[in-house]
């Protein structure tokens, strides 16, 4: 069930954002994740009517067989503007709508976009993980900050360490030999093998994992009747 450990105002400025993320970055832990995985989820956002209305959704999947088990989708107006480095304000609060529709809870929440892969170290898999205290992951299409360290293998399961100012804030992972690589990074209460491990066991014959599959689906898509 959706609990909020933590909680801030969302309607802020910019500059208020940043603040919020400065204050919550502190609370990030980065732990051995030991629970059992029945199931896990998908984030993602997509937007309707030229960025008027914010579409959340989130797929739940069974951990073993990677089907579907649940899903939401929840439609907001958008409040917060678009700005690099504070999506999570302007998508999170339809997120939270999804994820409180939902009658199977995930043990483990995949978003589709970064985690501490980010320039405060809050990326929207941090942000929600923080506000739930869920295990969360960040898996992101494309890089928003840091550099490779290193050559990455053209084949699945190669990662080189992706590093900001000396200090390794996620993966670039290999999901699939010949595709572009995903930007993986801790969330929240799991450490980043425990994220890589947990994207490429959802990864099947794509380059995304089943869990951003699904929920891209399902907010990018035709709408449910």
């Known amino acids: 069930m959706l609990r ?3 909680r801030h105002a969302w309607d802020v400025t910019p500059a208020q954002a940043r603040e919020i993320q400065n204050e919550l970055r ?3 832990r980065i732990e051995a994740f030991a629970g059992d995985v029945r199931h896990v989820a998908g984030v993602d ?7 008027s209305v914010t579409r959340a ?5 069974d951990a073993a067989t990677l089907a579907l088990a649940d899903s939401a989708i929840a439609r907001l ?17 339809a997120v939270l709508d ?20 980010h320039p405060r170290r809050l990326g929207i898999a941090s942000h929600l993980g923080v506000l739930l205290d869920a295990p969360t992951i960040g898996v992101a299409k494309s890089r928003l900050v840091g550099q490779p360290d290193g050559e990455l293998a053209n084949e699945k399961g190669a990662w080189v360490p992706l590093v900001d100012k000396g200090e390794t804030i996620g993966a670039v992972l290999r999901s ?7 930007f993986v990074s801790v969330g929240h209460r799991v450490t980043l093998d425990d994220a890589i491990r947990w994207t490429l066991r959802c990864t099947t014959r794509y380059r995304l994992p089943e869990t951003t599959r699904w929920a891209h689906r399902l907010a990018s898509g035709p709408l449910p009747p």
Not at 77 to 93: C, D, H, M, Q, W
Not at 104 to 114: A, E, F, V, Y
């Open 98 to 117: 999804a994820l409180g529709k939902l009658t199977t809870w995930p043990d483990l929440i995949l978003c589709d976009g970064q985690g501490m892969a």
């Open 45 to 51: 956002v997509g937007f309707e009517s030229n960025g």
């Open 4 to 6: 909020l450990i933590s």
């Open 26 to 28: 502190v609370l990030v």
């Open 176 to 182: 699939r030999v010949g595709v572009a690589p995903l």
């Open 57 to 61: 959704a989130v797929a739940v999947l």
């Open 77 to 93: 107006p958008t409040a917060f503007p678009y700005v690099p480095g504070l999506l999570s304000f302007r998508e999170i609060p």
